[in-house]
């Protein structure tokens, strides 16, 4: 199997993300979407707007959300929309949240688990994406990257419960009161790698649908405040890992490949905590579901940046 590419540079900073996106090669025209967790109410472990705000103004870009499937501060669009301004990321670009025009159902191929993916109506509007994620823990799905950001990121509510339950349902009110009771988890929540498998499934449908119509997209994740908890926990766990860098791949699968290669290598003390948390959640099987859909490789090879 080809191996893929990923640049690697330590320094996190707006210059340096800024090198690996230009590493890519790839120049972006037109509407550019930038699809960044702009982080839940109480969490201060999201991507500084003022760490991205180099790269999102270098393509003129439009950060993009959609909103959640649980009860909390963005699982609606103004709410959605005042979090990010109270955190900073109205002042450095506009803001679209894709699914408070509407969803669309986009083709699933070979679909174990998912008839079709449920995104933001708004996607359609942008001829190219940055899928710019935050690497860390995630109390679900073990790790989020590039792929969990846009499996879930770029997914309606609805499509959300869709993809946690697997292909099962999306009502959205009753996914909200699933986690009330033992019962309601074990009706609604399938088991663990049905959910990452539908998460690998509705990745790939979103690459297949920008591929399609000739708009690309590149993928980065930056490796900072490496908690074991997602930015969308509202009382995450402080990081356990000093930060470790700022990585870019045209292959969702290799980059987030690399992130967890990286946390497994390092001597950081803190690296069982978070190795605990993705194995616990068998997180690492996203990234063999994605491969077996063909969405990429996890062979890789890392070109250093530094």
Known sequence: MTKSKVFFTKEISPEALVRAFEALGVELKGKV??????????????????????????????????????????????????????????????????????????????????????????????????NLAHFKGHQMSGFGGVLKNQAIGIASASGKVYIHTAGKSRDLEKFYHCFDTPEGMAEMLPAQDDFLESMAEAAKAVADYMLEQNKPVLYLNVMNNLSVDCDCATEPEAPCMQDIGIAASLDPIALDQVCIDM??????????????????????????????LGLGSREYDLIELD
């Open 33 to 130: 979407a930038i699809k960044v967790s702009t982080g839940e109410a109480g969490n201060p472990n999201y991507l500084n707007p003022q760490l991205i705000k180099e790269l999102v103004q270098k393509v003129n870009g439009t950060i993009v959300e959609c909103n959640t499937a649980y009860e909390g501060a963005r699982n609606n669009s103004d709410q959605h929309r005042a979090l990010a301004e109270e955190h900073g990321f109205t002042k450095i670009a506009d803001i679209d949240i894709m699914d408070e025009t509407g969803e669309i159902e986009i083709p699933v191929q070979s679909g174990k688990h998912l008839k079709y993916d449920i995104i933001g109506r708004n996607l359609s509007n942008y001829d190219s994406m940055i």
């Open 263 to 292: 946390v497994w290598n390092s001597t950081d003390p803190g690296r069982d905590h978070f190795i605990e948390r993705v194995e616990g959640q068998n997180g690492r099987h996203i990234l063999e579901a994605a491969e077996h």
